[in-house]
């Protein structure tokens, strides 16, 4: 008789599990070059495709570079800045919230994310156990790159069902596959996949959540900003500007011609023939009679005007703005006339409601998140959890100036009174702000109160120490 030995679970992935793994990293490896061509427009590396009609072979090397598609995704980013978050329904409670984003510095690692998503069209945040080796650690939340992640989705429930993550481990392929109620670590080896880890958590769902950007109901994978169109035109500027440095090389000085100069002119003192170089600069400009004592004729050809490429990169940019939504003067176009304080704020309209747009469809996911989080800190959800909404700062005024402003006109019109907590979060200051700044208005206060006891027992002690004389008497000077 044979005996069969089952694989131990913690060595080898089972039949199911092998290709789940296999299907998510085909999928990954399958996505990353389009994501990698969206990484390089935004940095400023793609490969401009040259024609091969205008640009010589020695300037073929030459690379021009225009940041357009990075001012569009850092404009509309920059408006994107998470304050804090809390319970809708219990605001006074939110400092277990404090206690898990705080120690994960998710106020910074959420721009890394809102970036990600703008430019790849998804990023990944991924929750765990904390590794600091006590009861009271908060659970590790991590924002992941798409370029190493990917997941598959059910667009029915909402949910992630499936997610993995790839990652070099002591110069080896490794990889984390994530499952509703286990996550298992896999290194790969000769034989394949090889278990080094299983978590097995049983929290009935995946702990990973994706931010996806310009999600289309057939498409909830999502989109990057820098669109076909955007790319399209960012190469149309490149190769202006690189004819234009073309143009600059070959006619930075002008042309001229002669007529009618003898071969002499074109020669040194030993007859040897002069380079162009030396001919433009020397003698051409001293011409010597010819036989018949006629002076050659020299002219000078019209010189390259730079200014018909540059009203191309202008037309350009006006059409970058429209793809963008950004105001032209972004992408560095101006006019004769200056724009008016009315005039630019019109023109930011658009960019603002994209902003508010994207603080409307992330709000979603940062929530589950932090539900995520309390599910691995607590093994329970309460039911104030399922209101926890992102403190957005209003993408229509980025600057704590403009913040300030829009407060107090708000409180001089009597819309907000001057002490209210929300006056003071239009400000702009963060939840700690705001207690000290209550606590000293406290402390205010109850100066403010003593000072006024104290006055009064003094004029009561006044008023006795002179009888018949009463206070109003003594402050009138009337009291003798």
Not at 150 to 176: K, W
Not at 233 to 249: F, K, P
Request: glycine share 6%; with cysteine; aromatic share 6%.
């Amino acid at each position: 008789m044979t005996a069969t030995i089952p694989d131990l679970p913690l060595l080898a992935l089972s039949d199911d599990e092998q290709n789940l793994l296999m299907a998510l990293r085909a999928e990954l490896l399958a996505d990353r070059f389009r994501l990698e061509l969206r990484d390089c427009y935004y940095n400023g590396e793609q490969r401009v495709r040259d024609l091969g009609i205008s640009i010589p072979p020695q300037l073929r090397g030459l690379h021009t570079v225009i940041g357009w598609p990075q001012i569009g995704v850092d404009a509309l980013e920059q408006r994107l800045d998470i304050e804090t978050w809390r319970y809708k329904d219990a605001p006074g409670e939110s400092n277990e919230l404090a206690d898990i984003w705080e120690p994960n510095e998710l106020v910074a690692e959420s721009q890394l994310a809102h970036l990600d998503s703008l430019i790849y069209g998804r990023s990944y945040v991924a929750v765990g156990s904390g590794d600091c080796g006590s009861d009271d650690c908060p659970p590790l939340i991590s924002v992941e790159s798409p370029l190493d992640m990917t997941v598959f989705y059910d667009a029915r429930a909402r949910a992630v069902t499936a997610a993995l993550r790839l990652y070099r481990l002591d110069g080896e392929d490794a990889a984390v596959l994530y499952l509703p109620n286990t996550s298992i670590h896999v290194v790969q080896s000769s034989t394949g996949w090889e278990v080094i880890d299983r978590d097995d958590h049983e929290l009935g769902v995946v702990p990973v959540v994706r931010i996806a950007n310009r999600q289309r109901t057939a498409d909830r994978v999502g989109r990057s900003e820098i669109t076909s169109a955007v790319m399209s035109i960012t190469d149309a500027a490149c190769r202006t500007l690189m004819g234009m440095e073309v143009a600059r090389e070959f006619y930075g000085a002008p042309q001229r011609y002669i007529l009618g100069a003898s071969e002499s002119a074109f020669q040194d003192a030993e007859g040897n023939p002069l380079s162009a170089w030396e001919t433009y600069l020397g003698r051409v400009l001293a011409l010597e009679r010819d036989e018949d004592g006629e002076v050659p004729q020299v002219g000078q050809f019209a010189a390259y005007d730079p200014s018909v490429s540059t009203r191309i990169v202008d037309l350009y940019a006006r059409i970058m703005a429209t793809q963008l939504g950004l105001p032209p003067h972004y992408l560095g176009y101006t006019t004769d006339n200056p724009a008016s304080a009315d005039a630019i704020r019109s023109t930011e309209a658009q960019l603002v409601k994209r902003a508010e747009r994207k603080q409307s469809l992330f709000n979603t996911p940062w929530a589950q998140v932090l539900r995520l989080a309390l599910l691995i800190k607590t093994g329970d959800l309460p039911d104030r959890a399922r209101r926890i909404e992102t403190v957005w700062r209003n993408p229509a005024t980025p600057t704590m100036a403009s913040q300030t402003d829009a407060a107090v006109k708000l409180v001089q019109q009597q819309i907000l009174p001057a002490d209210s907590d929300v006056t003071l979060e239009m400000v702009g200051l963060t939840e700690g702000q705001r207690q000290r700044v209550h606590a000293d208005r406290r402390r205010s206060t109850g100066r403010q109160a003593l000072a006024e006891v104290g006055n009064a027992m003094a004029a009561n002690r006044r008023e006795n120490a002179r009888p018949g004389v009463t206070v109003a008497d003594d402050a009138a000077g009337t009291g003798g």
